[in-house]
């Protein structure tokens, strides 16, 4: 069996050991043999007495530990590189004593991350240093690499005003130092407090609130967007609601006149009524359809739109249409007999 990391030669071939305890089992101690964190891929290749190729299958291992990080050094220097102070952070335990860090200076972390029982060193494949401002509201974070010339493995994140103001502007203020490491061949993730640093604000900042801050210092896909101011067309004046009233009886005042004068001269004339009972039945269906057709047109001025009033009209319509026709074709045939 041949073992191996993700784009990585062989790192491991070894023989497989057949079971003592069951019959056609073969065995291997992987973690015996390498403890490396990650993704292995793994290589099973059966070969027969002549050394010819059986068969071969592959698969993948995830090889997982508990993370934890170790004690981390914060180095603080000024322009020329010379080391103004040097702080060491025990592990999980955060600094009594507050940082400063000025303008022209810059200050560097450096921490190892090892698995619990393996005790190996780990490159995860995120960790961060975390500069957070809960009274403004302000984040800002640093990337922990290795460096190439390192040799021990360990992680170095280095915090300068240039760094910050691509994030935060010029802004200053006390930021908690808050170390995050994360794998995926970890078991767990990696949260440490590790202390305050007091950034000196840069010129033309402030230690105000995070509102003070000059958003044209920041990158463009940071600065707040334009507000979008909408105008929409004013509604035209309306009458009072009185001239309403009073066009609207005007308008209505010719119908009742109309109504008038057929009820006193005219008289309402109810012998033609049919005095068969369906078609009495079907007169008063197409009697009340036209009431109906008549009310839906007023509900329809006072507040019903086209689309709901048209399906009502049609069903109205069509059963008014029916009745009417029922109705004077009964009073046709009553006529005929009677003749």
């Known amino acids: ?75 603080l220097s000024d322009s020329d590189g010379d080391e103004v102070s040097r702080t ?20 560097k972390v450096s921490f190892l991350i090892k698995s619990v029982k393996g005790e190996q060193v780990v490159q995860p494949q995120h960790a961060f240093l975390r500069l957070d401002d809960a009274s403004q509201g302000l984040q800002a974070y640093v ?8 040799t021990d493995g360990r992680l170095h994140a280095t915090v300068t005003h240039s760094v910050l103001e691509k994030q935060i502007g010029q802004q200053g203020g006390a930021f908690k130092m808050v170390l995050m490491v ?29 509102k003070g801050m000059d958003t044209h210092q920041l990158p463009a896909h940071f600065r707040p967007l334009p507000e979008i101011y909408h105008i929409f067309q004013q509604p035209s004046p309306r009458p009072p ?15 009742g006149g109309l109504g008038y004068v057929l009820a006193t001269q005219l008289g309402a004339n109810l012998k033609g009524f049919p005095q068969e009972q369906l078609a009495q039945v079907s007169a008063v269906c197409f009697h009340a359809g036209i009431a109906s057709i008549l009310g839906l047109y007023t509900i329809f001025w006072l507040g019903l739109n086209l ?21 004077l074709s009964r009073q046709a045939n009553a006529r005929l007999k009677a003749q």
Request: hydrophobic share 40%; charged share 20%.
């Open 1 to 75: 069996m041949a073992a191996e990391k993700q784009g990585t030669p062989p790192l491991l071939e070894k023989l497989l050991q057949q079971s003592s305890e069951k019959a056609g089992v073969w065995t291997f101690d992987f973690l015996s043999e390498r403890k490396d964190l990650g993704l292995w891929q793994l290589t099973l290749v059966a070969v027969g007495d002549d050394k010819k190729v059986l068969g071969e299958t592959t698969g993948e291992l995830l090889v997982q530990d508990e993370l934890r990080s170790g004690d981390a050094t914060l180095v």
């Open 88 to 107: 060491k952070a025990e592990r999980g335990i955060t600094l009594a004593e507050d940082l400063s860090l000025d303008v022209s200076q810059e200050l």
């Open 143 to 150: 990337v922990a690499k290795a460096e190439k010339k390192s």
């Open 182 to 210: 994360g794998d995926p061949a970890g078991t767990n993730a990696r949260e440490w407090t590790m202390g305050t640093v007091h950034v000196a604000a840069s010129q033309g900042g402030s230690k105000g609130k995070a």
């Open 241 to 255: 609601q009185l001239v309403s009233y009073l066009f609207t009886g005007i308008v209505l005042l010719p119908l």
């Open 307 to 327: 689309l709901h009033t048209l399906p009502i009209l049609a069903v109205l319509g069509l059963l008014t249409a029916a009745s009417g026709y029922q109705a």
